[in-house]
């Protein structure tokens, strides 16, 4: 009876250790990785003019928001983007919250990032302020683009053309025929056309004033600066 038992266990142990030689162990470790794309918020541009906030301006105000939507393919390297809204479109994605007030706020309970454009402008020196701050508020990406005034200044002359009196004038005229040896002809007279003289007379220059302004290529280059300046 020993002699059987033993053999059955035996067996029992060599099957545990062939049967279940080839069972994937269960791993601990879990692996996650993040694809999740970004996408941003674009606030309505803010402008200062001469140190003070303004709320009636000449800029569009969808000009950083349509650039941010043309350039991000091509000039944002540190990931991918797959919404970007503006204060007209976040309601559709994004019910909750009113991104116009708090879009910090907002941002960091839905997970977007959040684009602030200012303008300064004053008569010297306009320029546009970029500055995208990541869903905790942190700024991973910023750019800026200046203009300064012109002026442009036009010499000016007058030239005036004065023609000087004639001068009188006396010709005389013979023909004569070698075969007969006689002469005839006469004299003429009259007033020889004067010279002109050319004065120039310098007038005041002409002053062409160009206020600094913030375009749309200015708006452009800022856009592809801020997406190529963006850290994670």
Not at 104 to 133: M, Y
Request: with cysteine; glycine share 8%.
């Amino acid at each position: 009876m020993y002699y059987i038992a033993g053999g059955v266990t035996v067996f029992l142990v060599l099957l545990s250790m062939f049967g279940f030689a080839d069972t994937p162990k269960v791993s601990a470790e879990i692996t996650v990785e993040d694809s999740r794309y970004d996408e941003i918020y674009v606030e309505d541009i803010r402008v200062i003019s001469n140190g003070e906030s303004v709320s009636t301006y000449e800029y569009d105000n969808t000009s950083v928001f349509t650039y941010m939507n043309q350039k991000h393919r091509s000039w944002f390297r540190a990931g991918k983007i797959s919404g970007i809204y503006n204060s007209e479109t976040i309601s559709f994605v994004y019910e909750g919250c009113d991104y116009t007030k708090t879009s910090l706020k907002c941002a960091h309970e839905d997970g977007l990032w959040v684009l602030r454009t200012v303008i300064n402008e004053d008569p010297e020196q306009a320029s546009i302020n970029l500055l995208l701050f990541d869903e905790n508020g942190t700024v991973i990406g910023q750019a800026n683009r200046s203009k300064s005034r012109k002026v442009t200044i036009i010499e000016r002359q007058k030239t005036t053309q004065t023609q000087q009196p004639g001068q009188p004038i006396s010709v005389s005229a013979n023909n004569c025929n070698k075969e007969s040896g006689s002469c005839s002809g006469g004299s003429y007279s009259g007033i020889q056309q004067g010279a002109v003289q050319t004065q120039t007379e310098d007038l005041e220059p002409t002053i062409i004033e160009l206020g600094p302004r913030i375009r749309d290529i200015d708006v452009d280059q800022a856009v592809i600066m801020l997406y190529d300046s963006i850290r994670k």
